[in-house]
């Protein structure tokens, strides 16, 4: 993967697309009208974090703390005929690890038609890379403009397989039935996800000789709306499907699945809004010639969350989030028993206080502290050695993001 | 003291602006460009184009939407009242929709002459004014 400017999934997505955006050519004489659709934008966004523990994001417990957190993105998308969209975002994205992390990816590029609309109904398809409906911030998990806090409760919105819910090279079906006061919003996508080194770490198979491939993989969202969005709950499923191939001396060949469940309600009035997201993950991985290795654990996490927005242009929030690595070991102990690896590996409860800032709609500035128990979703690469992990630590974050 | 209960009364008593629809419903008119064949749109569809969610008109034309900053007063009313959504989701719903691909984001405009101005002169366009405020060069559209 490394050394070649684009990751073979990127260029698996742009097979995909190439052929579609080639039928969409359009005449010279349109082309200018076409033109003047193109739309181009972007942001930059430099963190800050320090721990009193652990390591977050870099060397954040270092007494300088660490500036390893940075995302830019670019994106452009142009409407060459009145019912199709063609949009494409580049992202280069450094959370602690190593510098090469930050190479562009696609992030998204998609071709997306719609049908006839009608006033109650409206029906579309993408194909390419999409972006997987995946509970409320999945979609645009890098964009700090559309995130309610630095950090995205991690016990959802995790960053230690983040590459496998990021988006996948396929087709995807939306749909909105509005009646009434509601609207019922549908996507349903199958393709293949992307697999990055983090979900070997993850799954303790980075040091080993061998590979993991994606499979076919499916996922879909249902969205209710009441009241122009006064409530939103939402129902989203996923079986992402992945293939270990092991080469001579590894752990063997083997199957994994994941299949995420979350329900996410939200209540929003003018000047607030509480909202609170609960995940069921099952994980199963088998065939592996190492029994270890062969698992499957259902985690279970949730929070609830309460912002509000004061003046014009300032936010604050507080958030509880909970995580579970195994619902049938939420202590983590039998889990220490087997392994004699710490407990608190196996669950997080973060209590999250922050604020936000946007004295500008091109600039928000925002700060939030941690008080976490547990190390459950605390990168492996920042901390390598899970047995010198420390069980209570505090984080504060600082970040700032201009658009363009 | 009984003072206070009879002024805290007596507000109460006052007719609550902008809390029903008939003293604001004709406080702000949608406008299109001439081009746009709808003389009316029901409030789902203007809903739906004002979030970048549906691209077109009823009939098929592609809908170029132009909005107010997202702190003017206008924009507020416009957002509440036609459309009953506040204007922060709305501001969500565009950021998620340039940034996951799934839409663009709307027109930009920062003052009412503005507005008709690029309403006047783009085909397809939709836009909002003060009722009043409309001259002309733009098509008032009803909500149905």
Known sequence: MRGSAL?????????????????????????????????????????????????????????????????????????????????????????????????????H???DYQLPTSPHRTIGIQAGRFKNPFGFYNQTRDVAF??????????????RTRSIALAADGLSVYGAERM??????????AGWPQVDDDVEEALGLDQAPGSLKAKPSAIGQVRYEHNGGRIIAALSA?????????RTGGPGNGEIKFQPLIFSLQYNAEKWSLTGEYALRRFKSERFDVPMLNRDDTGESGYIQYSRRILSDWQWFVRYDVLHADRSDRSGRAFEDETGLPAHTRFAKDLTVGLQWSFHPQVLLAAEYHRVDGTGWLPRRDNPDVADTERRWNMLLLQTSLRF | MPQLWLAVFLLLLLPMPSATAETTDDSVALIAHPNVRAVSLHPNSARAIFAMRQRTWPDGQAANVFVLPDDDPLHARFSKELLNVFPHQLKMAWDRAVFSGTGQAPGRVSTQSEMLERVATTPGAIGY???????ARVRIIELQ
Not at chain 1, 19 to 44: N, R, S
Not at chain 1, 57 to 86: H, Q
Not at chain 1, 180 to 189: K, L, N, W, Y
Not at chain 1, 238 to 246: E, F, K, Q
């Open chain 1, 146 to 159: 559309t995130r309610p806090s630095i950090l995205l409760p991690q016990s959802i919105y995790f960053d």
């Open chain 2, 129 to 135: 004014v003060e009722k009043g405020g409309a001259d």
């Open chain 1, 238 to 246: 996923a079986n992402v499907r992945l293939r270990y191939d092991s």
């Open chain 1, 7 to 107: 990751s073979n999934s990127s260029k698996r997505a742009l097979r995909l697309l190439l052929p579609v955006v080639g039928a969409l050519a359009v005449t010279p004489a349109a082309a200018e009208g076409v033109m003047d659709t193109l739309q181009m934008q972007g942001f930059v966004s430099q963190g800050y974090v320090v721990t009193n523990r652990n390591n977050f994001f870099g060397p954040s417990s270092d007494s300088g703390g660490s500036l390893e957190y940075t995302e830019v993105g670019v994106n452009a998308s142009l409407r060459p005929r009145s019912d199709v969209l063609i949009a494409a975002q580049v992202l280069s994205r450094r959370a602690g690890g190593d510098g090469s992390d930050a190479k562009p990816k696609l992030d």
């Open chain 1, 109 to 111: 590029g998609v071709v």
């Open chain 1, 180 to 189: 009434g006061r509601g609207e019922i919003h549908v996507q349903a996508g």
